[in-house]
């Protein structure tokens, strides 16, 4: 039961942290999440941000976002059009999502049980790429709406 309280302040952290860096970011205020633990299907897209999370549980986290959504939030961060970025920069931009989500979470968790420390954040890139695990792990996803723009978000034990 313990563990089933930690996950769930440890995902409304994280829901948090999107909310706030989207909102900073991207100006993107208005986002709606739904919440599938376990046994979700795994979410494809175009882009996956991903980071390891060292700490009493060690993780991975990962956001998912099809190009043109990437496109258009990095272009908000950057003032950039999103016609104009460059794959690396668009890839970038995605990387650094991760690590601003992984920053807030980590500070919004600073004194509790679930501090952590994260490695550098990476992309996968790949049309309609998804995770696939070879056991059944535990797993937190999110879906996040804004509009018309959706974004995953995961964290899966190792």
Not at 2 to 15: G, I, N, S, T, Y
Not at 92 to 111: S, Y
């Amino acid at each position: 039961m313990e563990r089933k309280v930690a996950e769930d302040f440890l995902q409304k952290c994280l829901a948090q942290a999107v909310f706030d860096v989207f909102g900073m970011m991207a100006g993107m205020e208005t986002c709606h999440v739904t919440k599938n633990i376990d046994n979700c299907q795994p979410s494809s897209g175009d882009i996956t941000g991903v980071m390891f999370i060292q700490g009493i549980r060690n993780a991975m986290l990962h956001l998912t976002l099809n190009k043109e959504h990437a496109a258009m939030i990095v272009s908000y961060m950057t003032g950039n059009s999103p016609l104009e970025l460059l794959d690396d920069e668009l890839y970038d931009g995605v990387a650094e999502m991760v690590n601003m989500i992984a920053g807030r979470a980590k500070a919004l968790l600073a004194g509790t049980n679930n501090h952590y420390m994260i490695t550098p954040p990476f992309t996968i890139v790949g049309l309609n790429h998804f995770i696939v695990y070879k056991k059944e792990v535990s797993k937190i996803n999110m879906k996040f709406t804004a509009g018309e723009t959706e974004l995953y978000l995961g964290l899966t034990y190792l």
